[in-house]
Structures are given as structure tokens and as C-alpha cells.
């Protein structure tokens, strides 16, 4: 079992940035797909962004295309989200999830370990 710690949330303005870190422990890190997903309240749990294993290929929500990027470092056991130009509709909690496959997935049902969770607030 994967143990997921997030880091990184914050209130920040519209327009501003921020960068989440999830460092993974208990496992061969390099083996998962990462993702990372949000929640807002009310809503269902959505995918922002999926890395592979290998960090050959990434999948992003069109909502944060050309504004969000993921990114891993394998020795560090750590996967990061760069979230620029934060606008007010990307309030919610972050969750770091791991997952299993040579092909990742990209639902909730994907991904087997998840991480506590991380507020993000977008001030208007």
C-alpha cells in the first residue's frame, strides 16, 4: 500500500499560483501512475492531471490545460503540481492518488491509494 502525504495548499488570488507536493513512501514509486484530483464542495471527485509511470505521458482536464503542470521526480518519491493562473472555479481539495497498470487510468476507480487532501482556495 501506497502511503500518499500532500503539501502545498493555501489561499492564494485569482491569478496567482501554486505548487502542491505529494511524497509517496511504502512502495516502488517509479511502478504508479500519479494523479492528482480535486473536489469542490458539492461536486463529484474529478481528475486535474495524470502522469505515467514512466512520466512519458501526461493527461490533463481541459479546464487547466496551458495552466497546470505535472511533473515527478522518481528518486525523489515525489510527484508536484504547478497550478499558475489560478482562477476561482479551481477551489477545492487536492488529492494525490496512486494507481497500478502499464497504461494509466484516468477515473477515481483507477487508482487504489490516495493522500489526505490539501485545500486550495481562489480568492476573487
Known amino acids: 500500500q501506497v502511503q500518499l502525504l500532500e503539501s502545498g495548499g493555501g489561499l492564494v488570488q485569482a491569478g496567482g499560483s501554486l505548487r502542491l507536493s505529494c511524497a509517496a513512501s511504502?512502495?516502488?514509486?517509479?511502478?504508479?501512475?500519479m494523479g492528482w484530483f480535486r473536489q469542490a464542495p458539492g461536486k463529484e471527485r474529478e481528475s486535474v492531471v495524470i502522469i505515467s509511470w514512466s512520466g512519458g505521458n501526461t493527461y490533463y482536464a481541459d479546464s487547466v490545460k496551458g495552466r497546470f503542470a505535472i511533473s515527478r521526480d522518481n528518486a525523489k518519491n515525489t510527484v508536484y503540481l504547478q497550478m499558475n493562473s489560478l482562477k476561482p472555479e479551481d477551489t477545492a481539495v487536492y488529492y494525490c492518488?496512486?494507481?497500478?497498470?502499464?497504461?494509466?487510468?484516468?477515473?477515481?476507480?483507477?487508482?487504489?491509494?490516495w493522500g489526505q487532501g490539501t485545500q486550495v482556495t481562489v480568492s476573487s
Open positions: 511504502g512502495v516502488t514509486f517509479n511502478n504508479y501512475n
Open positions: 492518488a496512486a494507481g497500478r497498470g502499464y497504461y494509466p487510468g484516468r477515473s477515481v476507480g483507477d487508482f487504489g491509494s
